[in-house]
């Protein structure tokens, strides 16, 4: 086929260009800054295209490990990997993920990758605290999370950040690799390990009454003796003052600890839903896939078995080292047969891998990072302090002794981005925490009183209507509106609920509440305990039904919850009648004190506990009590 004019043309300008052609040591030096020049490439589609000089040759001294997620579409899983593939799956390695023996020193030791009883020499390695802390450690990086194109990109760094988005470095850290904390009862202190001696005892301190709990296992099991089980019910003040005695760089469950795992998971996983199924097999490029199904999420009737209180042992997933794995846990039965099968999530070592198998407390996030910024504990991103549900906290070890706020700010700033595709706990949910915490009444003493079902305000979904309904009947003076957007004022106005909600004094002994002008202490100073027989008169508070009787409270120890100089209202119990860790207005022989009560040292004993953490804890004999009274709530004195 004979060739046209212009293809003979363009046939001899190709000829040409190819016997002019020089070597690179022929052709004149590039002019110009680097940022400007452009290279030829050929990437994972085959064809050519160009790509800036620059980031060629920065690439390969600071390798990019990342994820890139389709923003048109809300799928939970990575379209594909960004950057290098082998960085990739590399990574868990150069992070240095997975389980570590850490002394009070802050000195880590690897551990055998398939056994954690033995150190990677081989040498035996001891888990019950005489040799360290069990953490899951790993190395320093940095977090970058920004948008290219119609994508969403997660990588990380560890020499410069990448993309135009927020980059924040990572310090070199750990956390407890059993998902939980344990307390040395006998010094006070935060610890992890996994021992079943009495000194470390989980739950609140002692083993559980059986009989509390219709389908309770035996006595003797771990979930009702609390033996080799994490602690929980205690503060997150106290949770961090115990994780401090430990020394410099330690603390209790900062939020960059929480940040660090799930940002992780996502990236190595290459999922944003981590209770997706799990695929035990690494994809066709040789990295991991899928999530790690419900884990510890789904407890049936966890209020009938034990009350709320861990179920899980803390050896468990020793078995799986380093691993990335399921570690099947057979919960037992009130007949020794099986209640419930949980397959427990292990990310590289880490027990749980994030997930929320107990109530946990989150602590140095930053609400408002201005001028004067404050770091506040948040309880899963809520803005209330005061939750009573059995609360557990990780050790993090390595964090810099002041928790900069920018990079506080900047971590916050990426972990709103993460959990875009995740489930949050509803706004109504939120607002009712809100409402109990500003009215100083616990979780618990709500679902007693309103009816509703214990445990629904931690859950993170929808709420019901007829829950709603319940907290509207018990709130009569909210904001519906308030309630249902966040918009507007908490309360309603003043003169709307006037004839419901202000206290007011009745001289009529049948009418209202007596008030007795007797002063509960909020510290331990020793006084003569007279009994004030006759109250001063009567006050009618709205929404304080259940109380007996008002008195006085001085100190400040339970501030912020209860301020000095305000009224308490109060209900007569007895000693068989204490919560451990509910708030109770005691009267002893030489003392009349209001604390959080919580098991002693012995039988023979109680701990009276403060809220304000400037104040100290005591313990007295039981049988110095000579009354005890629960207590509903406080308001400010009003006459």
């Known amino acids: 086929m004979a060739l046209t004019s212009e293809q003979e043309k363009g046939l001899l300008a190709i000829l040409a260009a190819f016997q002019n052609g020089k070597r690179i040591n022929d052709l004149a030096e590039a002019k110009g800054a680097l940022k400007d020049m452009r290279i030829e490439v050929m990437d994972e589609t085959g064809e050519t295209h160009r790509m800036e000089l620059a980031t060629a040759v920065e690439q390969p001294a600071n390798p990019i490990a990342g994820r890139y997620w389709n923003t048109a579409n809300s799928t939970p899983t990575a379209a594909g990997y960004y950057g ?58 940095i977090a970058n999370i920004f948008t290219e194109g119609g994508t969403l990109v997660k990588a990380i760094t560890f020499d410069k950040p990448v993309g135009n988005g927020v980059s924040v470095r990572i310090p070199a850290g750990g956390t407890s690799w059993l998902g939980a904390g344990v307390m040395d009862r006998t010094n006070t202190k935060l610890c992890s390990v996994i021992s079943e001696a009495e000194q470390f005892r989980g739950g609140a301190g ?187 906290l990780s050790l993090f070890s390595y964090i810099w002794p002041r928790f900069q706020k920018e990079y506080a700010a900047k971590i916050n700033k990426i972990f709103r981005l993460c959990k875009k595709n995740k489930q949050e706990k ?40 007829e829950n709603i309904s319940r907290f509207l009947a018990y709130a009569p003076d909210v904001n519906h509106e308030w309630l249902l957007t966040g918009k507007g004022n908490m309360l309603k106005k003043e003169e709307e609920t006037e004839d419901v909600s202000a206290p007011v004094v009745s001289y009529d002994p049948k009418v209202g509440q007596p008030y007795y002008d007797v002063d509960f202490l909020g510290g331990f100073s020793e006084i003569y305990n007279s009994q004030v027989s006759l109250p001063d008169h009567n006050i009618i508070v709205p ?94 004195k009003f006459f």
Request: glycine share 10%; aromatic share 12%; net charge neutral.
């Open 426 to 465: 509803s706004l109504i949910k939120q607002n009712i925490s809100l409402y109990l915490a500003k009215k100083g009444v616990s979780d618990y003493v709500y679902y007693k009183e309103s009816g509703t079902t214990r445990g629904i305000l931690g859950q993170n979904n929808g709420i019901s209507e």
């Open 84 to 141: 290098s593939l082998q960085a990739l799956r590399e990574l868990p390695a150069k992070l240095g993920l997975g389980r570590y023996l850490v002394t009070d020193d802050r000195k880590k030791r690897k551990l055998d990758p398939t056994d954690s009883t033995k150190y990677a020499d081989g040498s035996p390695a001891a888990l019950d605290g005489t040799q360290g802390q069990c953490m899951w450690c790993w190395n320093s990086f």
């Open 543 to 636: 929404g304080f039904d259940r109380a007996h009787l008002w008195c006085n409270v001085t100190g400040h120890s339970m501030e912020p919850q209860i301020s000095h100089g305000d009224i308490i209202a109060l209900r007569p119990c007895t000693i068989d009648d204490i919560q451990y860790g509910e708030m109770y207005a005691v009267v002893l022989d030489t003392i009349r004190t209001i604390k959080i009560i919580r098991r002693g040292s012995s039988k023979k004993f109680l701990r009276y506990v403060p809220i304000n953490p400037n104040f100290d804890e005591q313990e007295f004999e039981v049988n110095r009590i000579i009354n005890v009274f629960e207590v509903i709530g406080s308001i400010s």
């Open 206 to 392: 002692s083993a559980l009454n059986k009989a509390s709990y219709a389908k309770s296992p035996a006595a003797e099991a771990a979930q009702v003796s609390m033996l080799g089980m994490p602690a929980t019910q205690i503060s997150t003040t106290n949770f961090g003052t115990y994780a401090r005695k430990r020394g410099e760089g330690w603390e209790a469950n900062w939020f960059v600890a929480q940040f660090v795992a799930e940002f992780l998971i996502e990236i190595i996983m290459g999922t944003t839903n981590t209770q997706a199924a799990f695929v035990a097999e690494k994809d066709t490029n040789g990295l991991y896939q899928g999530g790690f199904g419900t884990g510890v999420t789904d407890m049936p009737d966890w209020g009938g078995y034990n009350g709320y209180y861990s179920v899980i042992p803390t050896k468990v997933g020793l078995e799986a080292g380093d691993g990335v794995c399921l570690v099947p846990y057979n919960l037992p039965a009130s007949d020794g047969s099986t209640y419930k099968t949980f397959n427990v999530p292990v990310f590289f070592g880490l027990v749980h891998a994030n997930y929320g198998n107990l109530w946990r407390w989150v602590r140095g996030m930053i609400i408002n990072a201005g001028d004067k910024s404050e770091v506040n504990v948040l309880f899963h991103n809520l803005t209330h302090l005061i939750v009573k549900l059995f609360l557990i």
